[in-house]
T-cell receptor
Framework: GENVEQHPSTLSVQEGDSAVIKCTYS??????FPWYKQELGKRPQLIID?????GEKKDQRIAVTLNKTAKHFSLHITETQPEDSAVYFCAASKSFNKFYFGSGTKLNVKP | KAGVTQTPRYLIKTRGQQVTLSCSPI?????VSWYQQTPGQGLQFLFEYFSETQRNKGNFPGRFSGRQFSNSRSEMNVSTLELGDSALYLC??????????????FGPGTRLTVL
């Protein structure tokens, strides 16, 4: 089955700096890659996603890039703010709604 | 539109008991997926239902089962509870229509504690 690896497990940045979280996947048939943000005690919320026919997608301060050849995708957050502090999960899916999640990255943005 | 809802929000059970969790998807969403979230294992896929049929299944023992009703509401059942079943159980719904057909929206989860 699919295996999704996520790095780093923890990331600490200064407010205003950029943060990058990387994920790799093993199944070349995977075609949908969402990113979720989970604040403490709350449900995961979709923040951005990308499909395999696109190499990059941007939404304000958040962007995701996908390299299908290398089978990796990354989340980029620019001009980080304290409210960006949360756990971020990447995921990969190839069929219907069977998703494989990365192990999560705890992002801490220091004011 | 109302979001995904789950009941109950908290449950305490003892080993050997069974438990049923409920999930109501966003109106119009026909796919419901279930996940187990633990600090050590992250988010693990349990199963997914669409139009009352289980389409996908993760690698969990047969003690974990589910079903979906004609109104798309779903239930998950865990029998013969073990201490290791203590976790946050999340459900997520998708519309399976349009360009964003498989975007998943999560419920708040049910926190299950097994003593």
């Amino acid at each position: 089955g699919e295996n999704v690896e996520q790095h780093p497990s923890t990331l600490s940045v200064q407010e205003g700096d950029s943060a990058v979280i990387k994920c790799t996947y093993s199944d070349s048939a995977s075609n949908y890659f969402p990113w979720y943000k989970q604040e403490l005690g709350k449900r995961p919320q979709l923040i951005i996603d990308i499909r395999s026919n696109v190499g990059e997608k941007k939404d304000q301060r958040i962007a995701v890039t996908l390299n299908k050849t290398a089978k990796h995708f990354s989340l980029h957050i620019t001009e980080t703010q304290p409210e960006d502090s949360a756990v971020y999960f990447c995921a990969a899916s190839k069929s219907f709604n069977k998703f494989y999640f990365g192990s999560g990255t705890k992002l801490n943005v220091k004011p | 539109k109302a979001g995904v809802t789950q009941t109950p929000r908290y449950l305490i059970k003892t080993r050997g008991q069974q438990v049923t969790l409920s999930c109501s998807p966003i109106s119009g969403h026909r796919s419901v997926s279930w996940y187990q979230q633990t600090p050590g294992q992250g988010l693990q896929f349990l199963f997914e239902y669409f139009s009352e049929t289980q389409r996908n299944k993760g690698n969990f023992p047969g003690r974990f089962s589910g079903r979906q009703f004609s109104n798309s509401r779903s239930e998950m059942n865990v029998s013969t509870l073990e201490l290791g079943d203590s976790a946050l159980y999340l459900c997520a719904s998708s519309s399976m229509q349009g360009a964003s057909y498989n975007e998943q929206f999560f419920g708040p989860g049910t926190r299950l504690t097994v003593l």
